[in-house]
């Protein structure tokens, strides 16, 4: 992506609305933001009811308002060491936290806005076929914001389905073993 559209800010929310907030990037900030990746753990597939669950760090204090300050935004405790964040209003999954490191706060990716994710609808553009309405989209930043560099908790990959992802991958989380690029099946006992 040229320097020319690295955007001043995103935005993103809830089903319902009652959660809105604006992650700013400021001219020192990342582009595109490296911190992203895709989680198959048990619980991360729970909360978000995805089978791909995937999101972004970024500082806490560049998101803006402070979420814990909405009073729809709630928070589980999920383990012993990080909580889930979500509308108490409709449920949407909104983030994850490390109790130990709350200057960063991971975003679901699937919460930013369409049009920021898929571009602007242009309407003007637009034709009808046999398979229907057809508009294009003009600009979007999903390929910068969700191009995932890292998989964690790929020992819970789908065969055929989750296990081919592109990036560095550990079977478990980032701190345990060495992190690999194959297939997590492609490994045999004692190769």
Known sequence: MAPSSRPGSITGGCLCGAVRFTIIFPKDAEWPPSLNGTCQCTM???HTGSILPQNCAFPTANISPPLKENPAYKIYKSSSFAYR?????CGSSLTFNYDKEQEQTEINLGVIDEDILC???DETSAWDDEHG???????????EICSAVQHIYMENAILGVTDDL???KWLTDRTEGKSFTRKPFDFKKGA
């Open 133 to 143: 309405h057809h508009v294009p989209r003009v600009g979007g930043l999903g390929r």
């Open 166 to 168: 592109p990036g560095n």
């Open 85 to 89: 964040g979500f509308c108490g209003t």
């Open 119 to 121: 571009g602007k609808r």
């Open 44 to 46: 991360c597939r729970k």
